[in-house]
C-alpha cells in the first residue's frame, strides 16, 4: 500500500483511534503518525504500545503540518477540541472524526473550522465492547461500513482522497445528510445500547431474583444484552445527549409497541405474538446474507466441547 | 460413561431434544434411545440424522417400557403430551421436561401423572437461536445449568438419578421452587427475548429508515438483538402465554426504568445517565468472571483479518 497522506494526526487514542494508528501502520498509509490525548496515562498508555511516531497533550501540537486530522474523541467533545486545534492547522489539510452522532458534531466543529481546510464529518461503524489504547486491533474497520456526511460544499477532491483512505481500511463507504446519519444510527445502534443498559439495569434493581441468580443463568438471554451494556460510559452518555431528538422518537415508537405486545401478552392474542415472532426472524437471515453478522450458532461463542 | 437408564424416550426432538440424543449416544447413557414427535416430517429427518434406535409419532408407543421420558416439546403442548403418554408409562419411570416456564407445565402435567412414576419437571438453561433437528449439536449444557422445580413428596432417590443423569452431560443443577424460577427466568430469559424480538419489529416498521439501511448497517449494534429475535416463534409465543405474570411486573419495572432514562435523556441530564451506564458493566464482568460468557471483544465473533 502506498503513503495516503505524509502525516496522519489522531486525537484520541481509545478503540477507534488505536485501531485507526494499528491499521495505518500495517498499511504503511502514512510517513508518520502523531498521537494526542489530554489523559497523560492514555498517553503513556499509547507509547508502550508504540501506536504512534510522535506523542503529546495537546491537539494544537499535534495537527501542525498534518495532512489528515481524525479526531476520535467522545462527542460531547468536539467542540473543545475544535477550538483547540483551529488555529494551528495546516492549509489544505483533510479534518474528519469519528464520532457516532453528527449533526452534533458539525454544529459543534464547523463553526471554528478556517476555511482553508476540509472540514468531513465521518462515522464508521465499527467497534466493540471494550475501550482504551489497549482495545485497539488491526482489522476492526475491513468489511464495515463508514458514512460521510459533507456539509454544503465540501471539495471534491478532499472527499475522494478521504474515501480512499478508508477504503484502504477495507471498508465501505457511503454519504448521507446527517439530519439523515442520526435518524439511522438513533435505530441500529443507539436505541439497542440504550434498551441493553436499560434492562440490565432493570434485573440489577431486583429485590426478588438476586444479582447471583441474575448472573449464574445469564446464558439464557440476558448475556447478549451485557455485552453492548459494558460500552464506554462516557461515549454512550454523549450520544444520548447529543441525538436527543431521534433517539426519543425512536424510544417513542419503540415503546408504543412494546405496549401493544405486553397487551396482548396480557390477553393471550396468541396469534399477534406469533406474527411479530415469525417476522423478525426474516430480518436476521438477512443481516447474514449482508455479511453483517456471523451464521454459527450463538454468534459462534466457543461451546464446551470446541475447547477440549 | 455408564448406562443410567435402559431405555431413553425423547418426546419432541428440536434443537433441545436432538442435543439430548447426541450427548446421551456419545457418552453411552442408554441401551435405546426412542425419539417420537408428532410431525412425521420432523421424525424422518431425525431417522437421517440417526438420532434414535427407534422412531414413533406416538408417544404413548415412546414411553412404553422406558425408564426416562423427556419431553421437549413448545411448553403449550405440555398438557397434550401428559394426557397422551399417561396411560402407557411404565411404573418406576422418571418424566421430565426441559420446558422454560415451570409453573403452568406443571399445572398441565402432573394432573394427568400416575401415582407410580416419578414426575421431576426441569428446565436445562442452554440453547442457541435455531431451531429443529438439525440445530443440536453434542455439548450443548456443558458448563451450564439445569434447574429442578420438584413437586411436594418428590422421591430423593428419583430426583438423585435425573441429576446424575445431567451431571453427566455436563451440567451444573439447581432445585428452587416453580413459582420463583418463573420469576427468575422472566428477567434473564423471557424479557431479554421479548425486547429483542420488539425493537426488530420497531426497526422493520419505520418508514424513514429503509429496511436495506437496517441491514447495511447493523454491525453497529442492533444486529445482537436479531439473534435472539432469530428463535423459534412457537415456543416464544408460549413462554410469552405460559407465564404471562411474571413477565408483565418485569414489562413493568422495565417501562418504567426506561421512562426514568427517556426522560434524562430528554432533559439532559448526564450525570443520571453516565451512573446507570457504569453499574451496567460491572455486571457484565460478573458474567465473564462466573464463565457464563467469553471476554473475547464483540463475543469473539470473527473479524476480517482472522480469516485470512
Chains 1, 2 share one sequence.
Not at 250 to 269: H, P, T
Not at 282 to 288: L, Q, T
Request: glycine share 8%.
Amino acid at each position: 500500500m502506498s503513503v495516503l497522506f505524509d502525516r496522519i494526526a489522531l486525537i484520541g487514542i481509545g478503540l477507534i483511534g488505536s485501531s485507526l494508528a494499528h491499521d495505518i501502520r500495517r498499511l504503511g498509509l502514512t510517513k508518520e503518525i502523531v498521537v494526542a490525548t489530554r489523559s497523560a496515562d492514555t498517553l503513556k498508555r499509547a507509547e508502550e504500545l508504540g501506536l504512534g511516531d510522535r506523542y503529546t497533550t495537546s491537539s494544537a501540537d499535534a495537527v501542525r503540518d498534518a495532512d489528515l486530522i481524525i479526531v476520535s474523541v467522545p462527542v460531547g467533545a468536539s467542540e473543545s477540541v475544535a477550538k483547540e486545534i483551529a488555529g494551528s492547522l495546516k492549509p489544505g489539510a483533510i479534518v474528519t472524526d469519528v464520532g457516532s452522532t453528527k449533526a452534533s458534531v458539525i454544529a459543534q466543529m464547523q463553526p471554528h473550522m478556517p476555511d482553508t481546510v476540509h472540514f468531513i464529518p465521518g462515522h464508521p461503524l465499527a467497534g466493540t465492547e471494550k475501550s482504551g489504547p489497549d482495545a485497539g486491533f488491526p482489522g476492526l474497520f475491513e468489511g464495515r461500513w463508514c458514512i460521510f456526511t459533507p456539509v454544503a460544499g465540501t471539495a471534491e477532491t478532499a472527499l475522494k482522497r478521504l474515501r480512499g483512505f478508508w477504503e484502504a481500511l477495507g471498508s465501505k463507504v457511503d454519504e448521507m445528510d446527517a439530519e439523515h446519519h442520526d435518524k439511522v444510527l438513533a435505530i441500529v445502534s443507539h436505541l439497542p445500547h440504550i434498551i441493553a443498559y436499560n434492562i440490565v439495569g432493570t434485573a440489577d434493581d431486583l429485590e426478588t431474583v438476586t444479582e447471583s441468580e441474575v448472573i449464574k443463568y445469564s446464558a439464557s438471554g440476558f448475556r447478549d444484552f451485557t455485552r453492548l451494556a459494558a460500552s464506554d460510559p462516557t461515549m454512550w452518555r454523549d450520544v444520548c445527549l447529543h441525538n436527543r431528538d431521534a433517539i426519543l422518537e425512536m424510544l417513542a415508537r419503540f415503546s408504543e409497541d412494546l405496549a401493544y405486545l405486553q397487551r396482548a401478552i396480557r390477553w393471550g392474542e396468541g396469534d399477534k405474538i406469533f406474527e411479530l415472532f415469525t417476522r423478525t426472524r426474516a430480518i436476521r437471515r438477512s443481516i447474514v446474507q449482508a455479511g453483517q453478522d456471523v451464521d454459527a450458532p450463538d454468534f459462534g461463542r466457543p461451546h464446551a466441547l470446541d475447547k477440549k
